[in-house]
């Protein structure tokens, strides 16, 4: 696979999307776009978004929701998958970027990832959303990758380092985005792997 073919397929997924809007996508500081990707795991967008406002409407900073109880916190996110954790993450994390960020996100995957319940796709998905080069790998960019052969890899990270070699950094942020709104567009495996088959034809 090269780089002109792989652009070229990453264009026409485009095209085929539907762009709603994504967890990720659309909130007021860095604070509530990370918390937003953090929760989104496992979790409709639609409903990690109705639940972020919600939990944003009472805790709209790192210091408020630091001091935050955690069953307050269980009691809004509930209807996350797993709540418990992330309850109890979002609460860590909140007190650490205090106590020792001064309430600012650190603007480094290195130090992303040692933060509570942040690891590399969701430290990539926030950084990408902050305009840096980056791929964040979920279940959508691993199957779509695999099947139009982007990559031989399952691991993430493999992906992710393979992802990076094939596209040009201009465009790292862009993957994400348009092979989750394409996985979201179809939620029938069966109609994205023909609409997949047809891109490889292309």
Known sequence: MNQKTALKQLKF???KSSFMRL???GWQNDFQTLIAILLSARTRDETTIKICQELFKNYPDTKKLSLA??????KII???NFYKNKSKNIL????ILVKDYNSKIPDKIEELILLPGIGRKTANVYLSQKG???IGVDTHVSYISQKLGWTKNKN???IEEDLENLFSKKDWSKVNTILVSFGK???SRKKQDEILEEIKRE
């Open 13 to 15: 997924l485009e095209t």
């Open 23 to 25: 967890a990720s996508q």
């Open 69 to 74: 109880k955690l069953n307050e916190i269980e």
């Open 78 to 80: 509930r209807p996350v």
């Open 92 to 95: 860590n994390l909140s007190k």
């Open 132 to 134: 840096k080069n980056a």
């Open 156 to 158: 993430s990270h493999k």
């Open 185 to 187: 567009t179809y939620n």
